[in-house]
């Protein structure tokens, strides 16, 4: 692991000023404006640029009293069309191309010194690395995944083998990034070994684990306002709460619900939007699924609450979905102090992050009985779901603290905060 050289003063020594920074987030998720905002507790001057779609978590982009002035926050719009079209690869991708123009203007009127970029695909990331190296504007690559590889895995084989040829300029688009930024943040250290088998190794990079927000997600009681609004107070709940794309194989909780119908004291509950909840919702009201609720994303104030409802928090993720990302849904699910129920591959690094450390019980997406069997040994053992949440809780009081998070990004960053990280808070 590689970490980028610092700016140095003329007695090389590394000055703690504040630095005018761009963060772009292309997913809209809480994490990493959490992040923005504590950078300008710090004394940075931040700009946050986000994309927020229909289909993903409501996320406050509302600056709230608390914030410091230093902080702006920016909405980049995207093509409305997106949610209709994005498992079209054609219109997606220019889409993605209408999206980065707006970008790159909004980054040449902000004019920041540095400019982190993260969740983004490659039609977005190359042309704002390139256009940061025209203007002087250093440039950070935070890698969740990387989307050469996701293209390359869906696209290989269509349209008459021109699947493959895209593949290919995609992980040239991803390695030209990853050459030319300041430094490239993995989100895990099995992503070091992708940059090895590109022979990337000597290009800067560091390692720093995606989080959430342990301050803004406290655990709470299963009886709260929220599931008494909603029916759910001293019932037992399998909930889900995130994006639900088809390819996440959402029968999955039709199953589930069909399995739990003879105990009149569980509810199956989804919270999602877009067409894998639109389906599901369809199957369920054709299927008689009357356990089976599926309800629009929250407001994100209420998210604390939400998740307190559930007794077993659930998640499911392609089969082919990359090895080492994490949704962000699962870390979020840590803070709850749930224990956790998960059809996702068992090389993910979720999976093994829950596995390891005993968190839950995983199954693989095809593994339907495998699936059920660990959703009723959970249904049936109350002393095992606590245990598991505390262990889920625990490990996010222990890896998610937004300070410590911050030292690794400035280090990983190259800069220094003008006010002592003591005092940011």
């Given at each position: 692991?590689?970490?980028?050289?610092?700016?140095?003063?003329?007695?090389?020594?590394?000055?703690?000023?504040?630095?005018?920074?761009?963060?772009?987030?292309?997913?809209?998720?809480?994490?990493?404006?959490?992040?923005?905002?504590?950078?300008?507790?710090?004394?940075?001057?931040?700009?946050?640029?986000?994309?927020?779609?229909?289909?993903?978590?409501?996320?406050?982009?509302?600056?709230?009293?608390?914030?410091?002035?230093?902080?702006?926050?920016?909405?980049?719009?995207?093509?409305?069309?997106?949610?209709?079209?994005?498992?079209?690869?054609?219109?997606?991708?220019?889409m993605n191309l209408g999206?980065?123009?707006?970008?790159?203007?909004?980054?040449?009127?902000?004019?920041?010194?540095?400019?982190?970029?993260?969740?983004?695909?490659?039609?977005?990331?190359?042309?704002?690395?390139?256009?940061?190296?025209?203007?002087?504007?250093?440039?950070?690559?935070?890698?969740?995944?990387?989307?050469?590889?996701?293209?390359?895995?869906?696209?290989?084989?269509?349209?008459?083998?021109?699947?493959?040829?895209?593949?290919?300029?995609?992980?040239?688009?991803?390695?030209?990034?990853?050459?030319?930024?300041?430094?490239?943040?993995?989100?895990?250290?099995?992503?070091?070994?992708?940059?090895?088998?590109?022979?990337?190794?000597?290009?800067?990079?560091?390692?720093?684990?995606?989080?959430?927000?342990?301050?803004?997600?406290?655990?709470?009681?299963?009886?709260?306002?929220?599931?008494?609004?909603?029916?759910?107070?001293?019932?037992?709940?399998?909930?889900?709460?995130?994006?639900?794309?088809?390819?996440?194989?959402?029968?999955?909780?039709?199953?589930?619900?069909?399995?739990?119908?003879?105990?009149?004291?569980?509810?199956?509950?989804?919270?999602?939007?877009?067409?894998?909840?639109?389906?599901?919702?369809?199957?369920?009201?054709?299927?008689?699924?009357?356990?089976?609720?599926?309800?629009?994303?929250?407001?994100?104030?209420?998210?604390?609450?939400?998740?307190?409802?559930?007794?077993?928090?659930?998640?499911?993720?392609?089969?082919?979905?990359?090895?080492?990302?994490?949704?962000?849904?699962?870390?979020?699910?840590?803070?709850?102090?749930?224990?956790?129920?998960?059809?996702?591959?068992?090389?993910?690094?979720?999976?093994?992050?829950?596995?390891?450390?005993?968190?839950?019980?995983?199954?693989?997406?095809?593994?339907?009985?495998?699936?059920?069997?660990?959703?009723?040994?959970?249904?049936?053992?109350?002393?095992?779901?606590?245990?598991?949440?505390?262990?889920?809780?625990?490990?996010?009081?222990?890896n998610f603290d937004i300070g410590?998070?911050?030292?690794?990004?400035?280090?990983?960053?190259?800069?220094?905060?003008?006010?002592?990280?003591?005092?940011?808070?």
């Amino acid at each position: 692991m590689t970490a980028p050289a610092p700016d140095l003063d003329c007695e090389g020594l590394r000055p703690a000023v504040a630095t005018r920074l761009l963060v772009h987030d292309y997913g809209g998720f809480a994490f990493p404006l959490e992040l923005s905002r504590e950078l300008a507790r710090r004394g940075h001057h931040v700009v946050h640029a986000y994309v927020s779609f229909l289909s993903t978590p409501r996320v406050d982009f509302a600056k709230g009293p608390d914030d410091p002035p230093n902080l702006e926050i920016q909405l980049i719009p995207m093509n409305p069309a997106y949610g209709r079209n994005k498992y079209s690869f054609p219109r997606r991708f220019f889409m993605n191309l209408g999206y980065a123009v707006r970008l790159l203007k909004f980054v040449l009127k902000s004019r920041p010194r540095l400019v982190l970029s993260g969740n983004a695909p490659s039609e977005v990331q190359l042309p704002l690395c390139m256009l940061c190296r025209v203007r002087g504007f250093a440039f950070v690559n935070w890698v969740q995944d990387f989307f050469s590889i996701a293209v390359t895995r869906h696209i290989t084989g269509k349209w008459w083998g021109a699947g493959s040829m895209i593949g290919l300029i995609y992980g040239a688009a991803d390695r030209w990034v990853v050459e030319r930024s300041r430094n490239s943040i993995l989100i895990s250290d099995h992503f070091v070994r992708v940059l090895d088998h590109w022979n990337q190794s000597h290009a800067p990079q560091s390692v720093i684990p995606n989080w959430a927000s342990v301050e803004k997600l406290p655990a709470g009681s299963r009886d709260n306002a929220w599931a008494a609004r909603h029916g759910l107070a001293g019932r037992f709940v399998f909930l889900y709460s995130g994006t639900l794309g088809l390819k996440h194989n959402p029968s999955l909780f039709l199953d589930l619900a069909k399995r739990f119908e003879p105990h009149k004291d569980v509810d199956v509950v989804v919270i999602s939007e877009g067409a894998g909840a639109d389906w599901l919702a369809d199957k369920a009201q054709a299927l008689n699924r009357k356990n089976l609720r599926v309800m629009p994303f929250q407001a994100a104030s209420e998210l604390p609450d939400v998740l307190a409802s559930a007794d077993v928090l659930t998640a499911v993720l392609e089969k082919d979905a990359g090895q080492f990302s994490v949704p962000s849904k699962v870390l979020t699910y840590f803070c709850a102090q749930r224990a956790i129920l998960l059809a996702v591959p068992v090389d993910n690094l979720a999976s093994r992050i829950v596995l390891d450390n005993q968190m839950g019980l995983v199954s693989e997406p095809g593994d339907t009985e495998g699936f059920i069997e660990n959703a009723f040994r959970l249904y049936a053992d109350g002393h095992l779901r606590d245990e598991m949440g505390a262990r889920a809780r625990r490990y996010a009081e222990d890896n998610f603290d937004i300070g410590t998070v911050a030292d690794k990004f400035e280090h990983a960053l190259g800069i220094s905060s003008p006010v002592p990280a003591e005092r940011a808070g």
